[in-house]
């Protein structure tokens, strides 16, 4: 009796070891998470990358734990060698059955609660609404987030995804370009539209994205934090030559943003080379007659500021 005793007590000081180690491993594997992404350029990156590690730390969790109760399994509850007979005629335990039906539910309730919370501090999606007509929009999201900085006093920038190309246009200083230039921790507000078939807006750093749906225009808004230069990116699949559809967002003190617009307003707009329409032409040139349809690209646009970095399409 003793010596069962023993025996019970030290499995379960095992239990309680394995379950702690399980705990320290998730937890420093949702700590190593924030290493897997790009540098966070955004105050909306901060939110996301917080709300990937819980997550990374509750899959961390969960999978050590019964990835382990499999493996104690496979080891030490083994049947005999030769043993072909049937198991024990054990029915169900009912507290057993509500315990893995009430926790994976609760986990599932508290992590979209969580992933809810993100996106409303986020607020980065404006009015969504029609071009023309007169149509009112409808408001998409609560403007105020506990991240935005304070917005510049400018017009919306405004964004035209076309096949394939990004054009960025500043009104107040009728300035277009084919990259978009920001300010540092001022709130940026994008007004996106497309020409011709559904894109995305997508910036790996600043872990946004934003489908762009023809005939709509969509105001989206983020707080850029970090000064550099950021790929965009076309995440969506827009035709042909869609992964051509790249650029870049610079973001630059507040001095040096305004020195660009000078600059890029003193110049007299001209044809942008595009990757995707050199391609097209090269494509004609030497065709390979496969017999596919493929769409011709939109023309260069003609911008005051051309994106020549050929590291843009790398």
């Known amino acids: 009796m003793y010596i069962r005793r023993w025996f019970k007590k030290r499995w379960i000081v095992v239990i309680i070891g394995l379950a702690i180690a399980d ?43 019964v990835t382990g109760t499999l493996l104690y399994s496979m080891i030490f509850q083994r049947a005999p060698k030769y043993d072909t007979s049937d198991g024990p005629p054990i029915e169900g335990n009912l507290k057993l059955e509500v315990i893995w ?51 510049a006093a400018n ?14 246009y500043y009104p107040q200083q009728q300035v277009s370009s084919t990259e978009l230039h920001l300010p540092i921790d001022q709130r940026a507000l994008l007004r996106l539209s497309s020409e ?12 946004i994205k934003q489908d762009i749906i023809p005939g709509r225009e969509i105001d989206f808004e983020f707080t850029p934090i970090r000064e550099g230069r950021y790929r965009v990116r076309d995440s969506d699949y ?11 967002v610079v973001v630059e003190s507040a001095d040096d943003y305004q020195d660009w617009l000078t600059m890029a307003a003193a110049q007299s707009p001209t044809s942008a080379p ?40 790398e």
Do not use: C
């Not at 827009?238 to 870049?248: D, P, V």
């Open 23 to 65: 705990i320290l491993v998730s937890v420093w594997l949702g700590q190593q998470s924030y290493r897997w992404f790009p540098p966070q350029a955004s105050a909306e990156s901060m939110l996301i990358d917080d709300l990937f590690s819980i997550m990374t730390t509750i899959g961390s969790l969960i999978f050590f734990g």
């Open 101 to 151: 039906t009430v926790v994976p539910a609760l986990v599932i309730v508290g992590i979209a609660f969580a992933s809810y919370q993100t996106y409303d501090r986020m607020a980065v999606l404006g009015t969504i609404g029609p071009k023309a007509m007169g149509m009112q929009s409808a408001n998409a999201a609560p403007v105020e987030a506990p991240v935005a900085a304070p917005a």
């Open 274 to 313: 595009n990757r995707a329409y050199e391609e097209f032409k090269r494509s004609r040139e030497n065709p390979i007659g496969l017999g596919w349809d493929t769409v011709e690209p939109a023309a260069p646009p003609v911008v005051n500021y051309d994106n020549s970095d050929e590291e843009a399409y």
């Open 155 to 168: 017009d919306p920038i405004e964004v035209h995804a076309r096949q394939w190309a990004w054009e960025f």
């Open 238 to 248: 827009s035709g042909t030559y869609f992964a051509a559809n790249q650029s870049f």
């Open 196 to 207: 011709d078939v559904l894109h995305g807006f997508y910036v790996p750093a600043f872990r």
